[in-house]
């Protein structure tokens, strides 16, 4: 089983205009939410720790998880609204966001609530803004202290600057977290927002320094690359008609954790022995499960009957 920690909210599209405003489309969505999701639909046994309204929007993504198959046992019942995410699309299929969040479900989740693991669980995941924002921030960090000896754990910055602006915050987050957890998963884009000017190679062997297992980068078109103290492994992206690019990150995160879930190496003495070879196989597996959402409208993630033999 594995734990997915972090958001769940309400992308809203812009469809299209009206002569007195808009229409829109809102889907349910959230990084980890995804993430989550993808999960469950590679046939992975999952799990999501996040707070969740007790409104009708909250009700709307407790159902979609709940017919995914993901396990929504740990998730506290707040009473306060969901958080909106405002998703335009730019020229070249990437997405824009503004978020509509202060004093949301998803950022009240508390110390508290912190859910009790059996032995089911090997893993953990953790991403996006609610590493960052409070009082969920901390929260989060308690967990991932009392799980890091025990399980592995995994991270996806996934930096949202409209959520916070404090690029500090942002990075201090991330070098905390690279000394406890054991994967990172990370967009070219985030470090480029982090780390201006800091070649990829430079902050990955920082993180592996600080005690990080394996760091991966992903960059949307160009491929992935994928680090650890022996190996540096790079492959391509598959080539594909882009409609958008919502949830290609998740995708991949949740196909790499499939990947190693596949093949009993959800554990740190199994990622730390990952060789080239492996490290292969696991990015053209992640990278091309992450390019068939981007063939699709939003963050429809793809099926494991999809995905071949990996």
């Known amino acids: 089983m594995i734990l997915v920690c972090g958001e769940a909210l309400i992308d809203v599209f812009a469809e299209q205009e009206t002569a007195s405003g808009l229409v829109l489309d809102a889907r349910v969505g959230g990084s980890p939410f995804n993430v989550a999701v993808g999960l469950a639909r590679m046939g992975q046994s999952v799990a999501i720790f996040g707070g969740l309204s007790q409104g009708f929007l909250g009700d709307r993504l407790r159902k979609a998880l709940v017919v995914e198959g993901v396990d929504v ?159 540096v492994v790079e492959v391509e992206s598959p080539r594909v008609d882009v409609v958008d690019t919502v949830g290609a990150g998740d995708t991949f995160q949740a196909a790499l954790l499939t990947w190693l879930s596949e093949r009993g190496m959800l554990s740190v003495p199994a990622v730390e022995s990952l060789d080239a070879q492996q490290l292969r196989f696991a990015l053209e597996f992640a990278s091309g499960a992450a390019s068939i959402t981007c063939t699709r409208r939003g963050a429809d993630l793809p099926r494991r009957k999809e995905l071949g033999n990996g």
């Open 73 to 231: 046992g740990f998730c506290p019942i707040v009473d306060a609204p969901t958080t909106l995410s405002l998703v335009g699309l730019l020229a070249d299929g990437s997405a824009s966001y503004a978020f509509y969040g202060n004093a949301c479900a998803d950022r009240l989740v508390r110390g508290d609530d912190l859910p009790d693991l059996d032995d089911s669980f090997t893993a953990l995941h953790f991403g996006s803004y609610t590493t960052v924002v409070e009082p969920v921030a901390s929260a989060q960090r308690l967990l991932v202290e009392r799980e890091r000896h025990q399980r592995l754990i995994a991270y996806d910055p996934n930096l949202r600057l409209n959520v916070d602006p404090d690029l500090g915050r942002w990075t201090a987050t991330m070098a905390w977290m690279a000394a406890r957890v054991h994967i990172i998963k990370v967009s070219s884009e985030d470090l480029h927002a982090a780390y201006a000017g800091v070649p990829h190679h430079e902050v990955a062997q920082s993180w592996l320094a600080l005690g990080c297992r394996l760091v991966v980068v992903t960059r949307g078109g160009s491929g992935a690359i994928a680090f650890t103290e022996t190996e």
